[in-house]
């Protein structure tokens, strides 16, 4: 099981790859309380602006190496700002994420 050290590690390793980010949010199981050993960690990850797949994919490829590859059974989402406040108030995993998930870092906070 993970702790809120790992957590803030692994914000501080997205920050490292993706300086430009806007929040990072931890969802799932590990945020409701009820992960088990087998849970990976969700992380939602909230851009300032809109990405095209082939770059979204080039930065999910960077985090697995490097945060997954020092053992954190992670699983990513980026979502731009606009797309985040559009769908967190319709039945959306943005609306999840709103609801149930854990601010973990936000810019100028």
Known sequence: MYSDKDFQTIAEMILQIMP?????????????????????IDIAIISPEAMDRKKKMRFIGDLLNNIGGKGFPVEFIIKSSSDFEDEKTLPTLSKAIANEGRLLWQKNR
């Open 20 to 40: 430009m980010v806007l929040k990072i949010y931890l969802f799932g199981s590990y945020a409701r309380g009820d992960a088990k050993a087998t849970s990976d």
